[in-house]
T-cell receptor
Framework: DAMVIQNPRYQVTQFGKPVTLSCSQT?????MYWYQQKSSQAPKLLFH???????NEADTPDNFQSRRPNTSFCFLDIRSPGLGDAAMYLC???????????FGPGTRLTVT | TQLLEQSPQFLSIQEGENLTVYCNSS?????LQWYRQEPGEGPVLLVT?????EVKKLKRLTFQFGDARKDSSLHITAAQPGDTGLYLC??????????????FGQGTILTVHP
């Protein structure tokens, strides 16, 4: 089945220690999104790629970076995690011309 | 800035009861999606509505898009414990660099007690 995969599902990092979360998709979608979601709130968009074009949200902290080496993979790098960055991080994809976004299962990040 | 007001924020009901969740905006959306999210998982797409006045049914779930494409509702008939979760409405627009960008409602946490 075509899907969006996120690894790891759970990640524990120390305060200030860089961490990378990964997302892969078999849907062959052009657009990939990264969201941050805190306890039972709506997801908050961090940035997205349309193919290789990167689009950052205005209020996304510089601490968050992203890479998309190819269509299938996208990475979220948190350069110096703070306690406030503990959250669920969701990856989603969308096909060109479609409205629907398909989400991965998420990575739960804990910062100690 | 487009906003979606979702209500109620919390809903706790007994198995077998009916419920309705609302999403309202002063802005027009090209489409509106409904998602359900279980604890520790990502949101799962339930439905997309794109035409004003459109009604879609998914088993016991009925989704409606307002005539003016500014509001939507989700009605669940005879709720079951398996319906428990966070329900999110999200509007999207066509055109420009914001194509497909989702505006989320605040979410409704539904708990169905056996």
């Amino acid at each position: 089945d075509a899907m969006v995969i996120q690894n790891p599902r759970y990640q524990v990092t120390q305060f200030g220690k860089p961490v990378t979360l990964s997302c892969s998709q078999t849907l062959n979608h052009n657009v990939m999104y990264w969201y941050q979601q805190k306890s039972s709130q709506a997801p908050k968009l961090l940035f997205h790629y349309y193919d290789k074009d990167f689009n950052n949200e205005a209020d996304t902290p510089d601490n968050f970076q992203s890479r998309r080496p190819n269509t299938s993979f996208c990475f979220l790098d948190i350069r110096s995690p703070g306690l406030g960055d503990a959250a669920m991080y969701l990856c989603a994809t969308r096909g060109t011309g479609a409205y629907e976004q398909y989400f991965g299962p998420g990575t739960r990040l804990t910062v100690t | 800035t487009q906003l979606l007001e979702q209500s109620p924020q919390f809903l706790s009901i007994q198995e077998g009861e009916n419920l309705t969740v609302y999403c309202n905006s002063s802005s027009v959306f090209s489409s509106l999606q409904w998602y359900r999210q279980e604890p520790g998982e990502g949101p799962v797409l339930l439905v997309t509505v794109v035409t004003g006045g459109e009604v879609k049914k998914l088993k016991r779930l009925t989704f409606q898009f307002g005539d003016a494409r500014k509001d939507s509702s989700l009605h669940i008939t005879a709720a079951q414990p398996g319906d428990t979760g966070l329900y999110l409405c999200a509007g999207a627009n066509a055109g420009g660099t914001s194509y497909g960008k989702l505006t989320f409602g605040q979410g409704t946490i539904l708990t169905v007690h056996p």
